[in-house]
DNA sequence: ATTAGCACTCCACTCCAACGAGTGCTAACA
DNA sequence: TGTTAGCACTCGTTGGAGTGGAGTGCTAAT
């Protein structure tokens, strides 16, 4: 579709912008080693490609940048994936090489390792409650009719609730209910969880049926999930260093998205698995109408486990970025906690 | 030391200067209906006001504004408390009226509510480790060496990090000393959990002295906190629409401080109990100096637990924030959690 | 097909004058 | 003696004119 020519020129265009963040002209194109054109002939071309969609003027007699259509070709046919330094390798490494740490909190230090490196902001999606499964559950008395619900998942994941103790509900019943259901449930997928309950209850305990009620109504009290402390933020101040967002407004509208958890969620949610890029307003958010999200999906024992999203200005450094992720994907593989 | 009248054109200024974030000239001032005198005598007296320290001239022929020690002055000694309406009123006490919540979503609530009352960022420190005593303590196997300590306080807040069996260590040996743990150990407070698990050990342990250790260092282990998950950040954003905060670089730094946890905790550390109005350089952080953190300690039964902070600049409402903070204080201490 | 040359466009920057808000001072006044 | 009117002065802000420069599109030459 693209001659040789556009394409280096293109990509020539994008890897200057991409570094400098203003309109390229044809003579800066020109002047580059690998374009042994004249300015002449890589303003026709320009214009040409304008003319196709993949370059924009932001008025005439300015030079061009890349549209959205330019950024995405970039992406899927020109740009080189940046070689990960030794020292960045080892870097990300290091983190996983130490010793055994809380799965949050492996999470916290990814995206703060990517925010670092990338001087992007990176938001991390922690473990997805479907691939969990069940280890241990606990009622912890607290006194009065309050108690603390404990579910430890296969991966080590801990999540608690405070619930309350229907009135009715004798001691030693609830010790008895929360044995049953340790033996019975151990090793089901939390998403089945409560299916399971309710069924083998009924089957076992069909002939308490009435004080069951009350007991059932704790225990699915209990695993509702409360909140959703999956999703952490990093280097969110780096994003202030671009020129792009000089403007208080402009970072105002992109700050209020990233502290509406529920806005980040939907954006995460339906990603594929694998790595995704998504530039500008192919994002479904206004606010990030000119901001690039790629994303990464990570496993453990290739168990899909969450996701990792590097956000930046359009103009972003794909290469970097998409090298980095795959380190980074790779690495996590290596770490298997509950083994 | 202020006349009447210094004080009442002192009050004006900062009034004014609250409303609009600009230079308050003495013009307006006497406009005003509560000032009675030309703007030539307001004019004298500013002049006065200025050289006390009270008040000051961005540049000649610009208008005053209050210094840090001028709101000092206004804070302590001129500052009406703002009534806060019924609806405000009801809109606090119906998150505490609900059903109970979990410890940290109602710290991540309260955050929330005020930031958003006051289009301020407000910043919650929740409950103190030294106040809390251990309820329950819990070890789950997860397979391998790793397991997951579980420390349940009276409070209902839960705590949990992975950890590493030794390799020595039987599986009922474990159990016996979790049991004994719990029984020995249920009602001491947190910060005195480790001596009195060192000495309690001692002296019931002393003749299985080598097997011990492992398991006491496995205890340490996990007793040792791993992370702060105690602070909340709600309404970083309002600060934006802040016009002393146009300029990104300002945003940057400020930013770059509520980012970073440790700075943050080390403002919060070393407060007084109850209300505390910080103004300006009076905080001992660069990033804030033209801030003003309004803190006051929150209790739960008459046992102080945490503080909750409004982040505006030195230009901020501090009647309506400290009125608010009161009221937010009392309805606080109707909860009562593992009660 | 490529390139040199040239006229043209348009932004960014600087300079400057006009404006206005506000001050300090002085003199008049109650 | 305290208060106020008047006035000259200061200084930041605003808007318009002028200028320089980067970059383009077109045309004609190679």
Redesign the pocket.
């Known amino acids: 579709m693209l001659t040789e ?1 556009q394409q280096l020129i293109l990509s020539s265009i994008i890897d200057d912008y991409i570094r400098s963040a ?7 194109i020109s002047k580059r080693g690998d374009v ?6 890589i ?2 071309e ?2 040409d490609l ?1 003319e196709l969609g993949f370059l924009e ?8 940048i890349p549209s959205i259509r330019g950024y995405r070709y970039y992406v899927d046919h020109l740009m080189k994936r940046e070689a990960v330094t030794d020292n960045e390798l080892n870097a990300i490494r290091s983190f996983f090489t130490g010793r055994m740490m809380e799965m949050e909190q492996v999470i916290q230090h990814a995206a703060m390792i990517m925010s670092n490196m990338t001087n992007y902001t990176s938001i991390v999606l922690g473990p997805d409650s479907v691939n969990q499964a069940l280890k241990h559950f606990q009622l912890v008395p607290l006194g009065g009719d309050k108690a603390v619900a404990i579910v430890v998942t296969n991966t080590g994941h801990v999540e608690n609730r405070t619930v309350t103790i229907p009135p009715d509900l004798e001691m030693n019943e609830i010790e008895q209910a929360v044995r049953f259901f340790n033996d019975k449930l151990s090793g089901v997928p939390l998403t089945r969880l409560k299916s399971r309950l309710f069924s083998e209850a009924g089957e076992e305990m069909g002939r308490y049926a009435d004080q069951c009620e009350g007991l059932l109504r704790l225990l699915d009290q209990a695993l509702t999930p409360e909140h959703d402390g999956r999703l952490f933020l990093s280097g969110t101040t780096n994003i202030l260093t671009q020129p792009e967002f000089k403007d208080v407004d402009k970072v105002k509208t992109l700050f209020s998205l990233l502290e509406e958890t529920p806005a980040l969620l939907r954006l995460f949610s339906s990603l594929p698995q694998g790595l995704q890029v998504r530039i500008g307003t192919e994002n479904d958010h206004e606010a990030i109408a000119n901001c690039s999200l790629i994303t990464a999906t990570y496993a453990i024992d290739g168990q899909p486990l969450g996701t990792i999203g590097i956000l930046g200005p359009t103009r972003m450094d794909y290469g970097r970025v998409i090298s980095l992720l795959g380190v980074f994907g790779s690495s996590l593989q290596l770490l298997r906690p509950g083994q």
Chains 1, 2 share one sequence.
């Open positions: 020519r203003e309109p390229v002209g044809s003579r800066s042994s054109f004249s300015p002449a002939t303003r026709n320009m214009a304008e003027q932001p008025h005439t007699s300015a030079g061009r």
